[in-house]
């Protein structure tokens, strides 16, 4: 198994978590579960959300550990499964996990009611009528959930865009969840999270460990449900009840990287 040596490249592990003994246990863990969130942490960010690009690095450390004997790997995202197939270039054995959990390659893993079809219907109807009025605003129609975005009036007035962004949240979700986001605000038909998909997953593999990445809100749902075996690595500034930091996506980078040349070591 052709893997990177991080001790012959000392940058590698220069990561936070090179020398955390959760992240070194974890490493030689029989059964791995690596699961990464795509916007903010295996990607930056852009107006245009299909205008990003997956870190290279990040993307062959991951096709790297999905091949490893023991080892699962995912990217759990809340864009839906088509919209992250365009911009994340992972084939299987990668997981390609869409709608926080509500969606893989093989389509919707639940099947809504009339009653939450009728909530999207509704509630996508009112935000089209906010984004109407406001230029650099839009709706994102996706199977379970409906976004408000505000990232490209945010580039030209954040101010602007917070207000908008503030009046969005305040339309009446009539008891479903509504999740706050980076320049955003979503609205979603189901009760499924990020941390009930992890859970569900974690207990499905039989994994020993869990290494979770993310950088939003809606990761905090992963994190919170991970054990004291397992690995939560938040990316950037913000409060969070992720065990471990990161500064941003290049440093993503830096620990996959590293988790897959130890373990590929490891392994052989």
């Known amino acids: 198994m052709n893997t990177p040596d991080s001790s012959a490249d000392p940058a590698l592990s220069r990561h936070a978590l090179a020398s955390h003994p959760a992240f070194l246990a974890a490493v030689e863990s029989a059964r791995l579960l690596v699961v990464s969130d795509f916007d903010g942490t295996l990607a930056g960010f852009d107006p245009d959300p299909y205008a990003v690009r997956a870190h290279p690095d990040s993307v062959a450390a991951l096709r790297e550990l999905a091949e490893m004997p023991g080892t699962t790997v995912g990217v759990l995202s809340g864009r839906h499964v088509a919209g992250l197939q365009r911009v994340c270039p992972l084939p299987a054995p990668v997981m390609m996990v869409g709608s926080h959990g509500a969606e893989d390659r093989d389509g919707a893993t639940v099947e809504l009611t009339e009653a939450q079809h009728d909530f999207l219907f509704k ?146």
């Open 123 to 268: 509630i996508g109807a009112e935000l089209e009528a906010i984004a109407a009025q406001h230029p650099g605003t839009y709706v994102e129609n996706k199977p379970f959930q409906r976004v408000f975005h505000v990232a490209p009036l945010a580039a030209e007035d954040p101010d602007a865009a917070q207000e908008i962004l503030a009046r969005a949240h305040e339309v009446d979700a009539r008891g479903f969840p509504v999740t706050p986001g980076k320049n955003l605000v979503e609205f979603s038909a189901l009760e499924i999270t990020k941390g009930t998909w992890l859970q569900h997953e974690k207990q499905r593999v039989q994994a020993d460990a869990v290494v979770f990445i993310g950088d939003d809100a809606t990761d905090e749902h992963a994190f919170a449900v991970l054990g004291p075996d397992d690995v939560g690595i938040k990316v950037g500034a913000g409060d969070t009840c992720a065990g471990h930091r990161v500064t941003d996506i290049d440093e993503v980078a830096q620990v996959l990287q590293d988790l897959a040349a130890r373990r590929g070591r490891y392994l052989a």
